[in-house]
């Protein structure tokens, strides 16, 4: 069964930094694209990335394009989210997601990890 | 970017009724529409994707329609367990991939 496990959350100040990790379990990790989703407190959901397999083709939503970088190491089976210039409003639980695809390139996020939460306060 | 749109924001529904959920996008995405559970205090799970294909082991209680910007999300024989909030998602395209804003679903 795949699974995916974050780790790294918790209280930073704002203009800090914060490096999220996701372990990755069950499946062939260097096959798939893979991506991170977030959701501020009470809010809803908002796709933040997503990575190829082989890590050089990555997207990543206008509000955290040159402040965040989405990395991946096959050989361990990890995702990694480097998160920098951190502000009040990237507060949120961070979910690590697999990118699942149909034969007919439909794609939908399945699994996803338990979530780490990113507070960011002064 | 896209925009989704759900509706309503939330409802209330008895055990046994059948309930449908709106999403709409604010531009064709053919058939990349995909729907999530979120349980209280769970991650989200998909449900359904593809705009009408169901997840392993997700009852056929479940089932999802529509095409083009118009989709629907329907649970027949409502239950307790399916207390949740539900997003619709689209993966068309370019990024930015988005999500509506939710529906949060309760037992009466």
């Known amino acids: 069964e795949a699974q995916l496990v974050e780790s790294g959350g918790g209280l930073v100040q704002p203009g800090g930094s914060l490096r999220l990790s996701c372990a990755a379990s069950?499946?062939?990790?260097?096959?798939?694209?893979m991506g991170w989703v977030r959701q501020a407190p009470r809010k809803g959901l908002e796709w933040v990335g997503n990575?190829?397999?082989?890590?050089?083709?990555?997207q990543y939503v206008d509000s955290v394009k040159g402040r965040f970088t989405t990395s991946r190491d096959n050989a361990r089976n990890s995702l990694h989210l480097q998160m920098n210039s951190l502000r009040v409003e990237d507060t949120a639980v961070y979910y690590c997601?697999?990118?699942?695809?149909?034969?007919?390139?439909?794609?939908?996020?399945?699994?996803w990890g338990q979530g780490a939460l990113v507070i960011v306060s002064s | 970017d896209i925009q989704m749109t759900q509706s309503p924001y939330s409802l209330s529904a008895a055990v046994g009724d059948r309930v449908t959920i709106t999403c709409r996008s604010s531009?064709?995405?053919?058939?990349?529409l995909n729907w999530y559970q979120q349980k209280p205090g769970q991650a989200p799970k998909v449900l359904i994707y593809?705009?009408?294909t169901l997840q392993s082991g997700v009852p056929s209680r479940f089932s999802g329609r529509g095409s083009g910007t118009d989709f629907t999300l329907t649970i027949n024989s409502l239950e307790f367990g399916d207390v949740a909030t539900y997003f619709c998602?689209?993966?068309?395209?370019?990024?930015?991939?988005?999500f509506g804003q939710g529906t949060k679903l309760e037992i009466k």
């Open positions: 997601v697999r990118v699942e695809v149909a034969a007919d390139n439909i794609w939908w996020f399945d699994p």
């Open positions: 069950g499946f062939t990790f260097n096959s798939h694209w």
């Open positions: 990575i190829n397999p082989s890590g050089d083709d990555i």
């Open positions: 531009q064709n995405i053919d058939n990349y």
């Open positions: 593809g705009v009408s």
């Open positions: 998602q689209q993966s068309y395209g370019r990024p930015p991939y988005t």
